[in-house]
């Protein structure tokens, strides 16, 4: 405690989910530096305590957590259209992975103070939601903004349509307490929270022809396939970069990635036009084809007894249907910021991809290791993820620029190369007697140079907000014109 009565530590870090625990677990394990970390809620995991009940990690388990301390218990998934690939830790085993975080790893360390259920102030104020009571907190360094790219859940978000008295309708949270058989499911969203509902229900039984789902917008995934990790990854973002070396457009780029099996969209029929970073499987995409019921009329106005309202049109439904909102946009859309400050860091996204944990824990390794704010913001600027197509050859470009900065420094290579975070962890470094990785190094290295330059001319004549109307008309017709 200071002379006038506020606790202080090196960092006081604001939101106790995933990317404020990556950060701080950085900051703890690479320095000696305190931290002081403000939580809404009762536990750490952010969002992840608010999720529904059969929710999953959609990027393998060991690239996803806090950098010190593993996820996943090094096994593959053997059922489901999961399996073969890197397990997917459920939100039951997140919740329990950060507890252990915390309790066994950072209170120890006494260097770490946890306020939950507490709020902060910018006046550097923390006020305990449950009584009231007060505390001073002040940052000898650097107060950090966790909270910038938080996730919202449909639990937490009220829908943007009304809906009518007697019509039943639940957040996606609910859709494993209903007690009753419903003679159709209408899952209202097209991301992946909307997939998840869909995939659910499938995997109990439920008839395709019972499912209607409302996509305004349909939208591409990365393959989860050739997102495994090592030589693998390394492999497939060569692959991203060869393609985006010969693209002539967005569109072009879209299809070499669906073509060479880095992207999927489930509807071969639709041209997507929206990108979240959120991956999918072969099989998770041909169970989500069996679903013909699909409305394609824009965003749901309200929800009348006996039919739907959209933006672009009305849908006749029947009677005592559950509709399910999965409409919480997920991952937000705020503007990118710089993501160091005088006195503050607002954590963002910061590779190609999203993968939030890495981001914030290669802005805690620079924070720590490079100096000035002008220097850090140079080498690592936010990718935002705002939804739109434009977001691909933007941030992959982006990330060829940092890349070599980051490269050209061995502190931060070397830590990348070890961090259990980094997908490709290991796989960078030469070896002479591996030709295999010698190969990928290879086309990897041909491709950087070219890729970036190809990108840098799609993204100055790419339009300002969306990537077109893909080389295939989008139809907004229902393919059901009664339910």
Partial sequence: ???????????????????????????????????????????PGGHWNDAYSFVRLHQPSRFYGVNSTELARGRKDERGPNAGLSELASGDEIRAYFDHVLRDKFLPSGRFTYYPMSEYTEDGRVTSLLTGAQSAVRARRKVVDARYIGSDVPSTQPPAYSAAPGVELVPVNDLARIDRR???????????????ACLWLLGLGVDPSAIVWIRPRDSWFFNRASFQGSLQ?????????EVAAQATSIEDILQGFEATGQMLRIDRD???????AATTTVGEVEL??????????GHVIRIERGGLVLEHGTVPTEDDCLYVDC?????????????????????QYVVYGGLPTYSAAIAAFIELVCEGDDRKNAICPPLPITGELTDIPRNLMTDLRVREEWFGDDRIREWMDEARLNPTAGAASVESGDPEKQAVLGRLLAAMGPARSNLERIVAHAPPASAGSGPEPISTASRASHL
Avoid: C
């Fill in 1 to 43: 405690m200071t002379g006038n009565g506020a606790f202080e530590a090196d960092y006081v870090v604001v939101g106790g989910g995933a990317v404020g625990m990556s950060f701080a677990d950085v900051i703890l394990a690479e320095s000696d530096a305190t931290v002081i970390m403000v939580d809404r809620r009762a536990h």
């Fill in 182 to 196: 419903h003679p159709a499911y209408v899952i209202v969203g097209s991301g992946k929270t909307g997939a998840d």
């Fill in 233 to 241: 990854t390394l492999g497939s973002f060569a692959t991203q970069l």
């Fill in 270 to 276: 639709h041209w997507p036009t929206m990108f979240r």
């Fill in 288 to 297: 989500l084809g069996t679903i013909t019921n699909v409305i394609r009329l």
């Fill in 327 to 347: 409409t919480a946009r997920g991952i937000p859309n705020p503007s990118p910021v710089p993501i160091f400050g005088q006195q503050r860091i607002t954590l």
